[in-house]
């Protein structure tokens, strides 16, 4: 069986530009139903590019 390596919301235009190899694919309504996944999806991805911006802590004697 084949394990699973990424889940993704695409477009009609992201779907166009992975081209005709892209085939597993489930399409699903366009419902309200995703918007507090991708407020919190977003969220988490603010806050990790936050942290990425934070430069270490360096010990000095």
């Known amino acids: ?9 695409l ?17 699903v309504e366009n419902s309200s139903g995703f918007e ?4 919190a999806i977003d969220a988490a991805q603010a806050k990790s590019d936050d942290a ?3 430069p270490p802590e360096v010990d000095t004697p």
């Open 1 to 9: 069986m084949d394990r699973i390596v990424a889940i993704g919301l």
């Open 11 to 27: 477009t009609d235009d992201d779907l166009s530009r992975l081209g005709d190899a892209f085939t597993r694919l489930w399409p």
């Open 36 to 39: 507090d996944l991708l407020a």
């Open 52 to 54: 990425k911006c934070v």
